[in-house]
């Protein structure tokens, strides 16, 4: 995801200094020490993820950094442990799309906020219109495969666009949307390095063969079609509201 719209839409929706902050699904941490630079050293951010070996990697990051503002909990969404409920905004990106009890986490989540506490939701969706005026053939190929992969692990691959409704079925009162398309090569992870470490997935699934794929020549190949073009991967969605 391209962090530069993640950033702007956190200060936009009002993180700040010497605030205490929940990152749901925090993965190892990247959004969490992201949001950590925003609140300073007189707030907190809580990182929240239901995996072990995730939580484990981004306690290494924040000791190996001497990042002093973050914590990091393992742990059911539906059943958080060791969180407080005197939380000034809860964060979260990408991962709502990746869960179908979506609506009941959000409610449930609500209670760990201070009255008129904050929801910031930042989430990606595969987009509905033209990725480019001009034929680019191998990119929409290997979209194609990225996106296979991810709708395999049951993602809604168009939660962005479902996020107002979301968390407004959530009881959620919602105050801004926005949304941005990335462009491919100027922000976010490159298209060759995101479907590298998706190929034995990709593989794995049957979406394509080592011979089709073409590992070694693919990063050329996506700079050669694109030389003289602009390419949009996806949309970043960002909403936020409060309690």
Not at 198 to 209: A, R
Request: charged share 25%; hydrophobic share 40%; glycine share 8%.
């Amino acid at each position: 995801m391209n962090n530069d719209f993640s950033q702007k839409l956190l200060f936009d929706a009002g993180i700040a200094s010497g605030m205490k902050v929940l990152d749901i699904g925090c993965c190892r941490g990247e959004f969490t020490f992201m949001v950590s630079k925003i609140v300073g050293d007189t707030g907190l951010v809580v990182g929240y993820d239901r995996s072990q070996e995730y939580i484990d990697q981004a306690k290494l990051e924040a000791t190996e950094k001497c990042v002093k503002n973050v914590r990091f909990v393992v742990g059911e969404l539906l059943n958080l442990v060791d969180i407080e409920d005197d939380f000034d905004a809860i964060v979260c990106r990408r991962v709502l799309m990746y869960l179908p009890d979506r609506v009941a986490i959000l409610r449930h989540l609500k209670h760990y906020l201070k009255p008129g506490g904050l929801f910031v939701l930042n989430e990606s969706g595969a987009s509905m219109v033209s990725h480019t005026a001009d034929p680019m053939p191998l990119h929409d190929q290997v979209y194609d495969w990225v996106w296979k992969v991810i709708e395999s692990r049951n993602a809604d691959v168009y939660m962005g666009y479902r996020l107002e409704s979301v968390m407004k079925q959530a009881g959620i009162i919602v105050d801004h949307v926005c949304a941005q398309p990335d462009i491919l090569g100027y922000g976010g992870q490159p298209l060759h390095q995101i479907a590298r470490a998706m190929f034995p997935k990709m593989e794995e699934i049957g979406i394509v063969t080592a011979e089709e794929f073409d590992i070694e020549t693919l990063e050329e190949r996506l700079k050669e079609e694109r030389k003289d073009f602009t390419y949009i991967s996806q949309m970043q969605f960002g909403v936020w509201g409060h309690i």
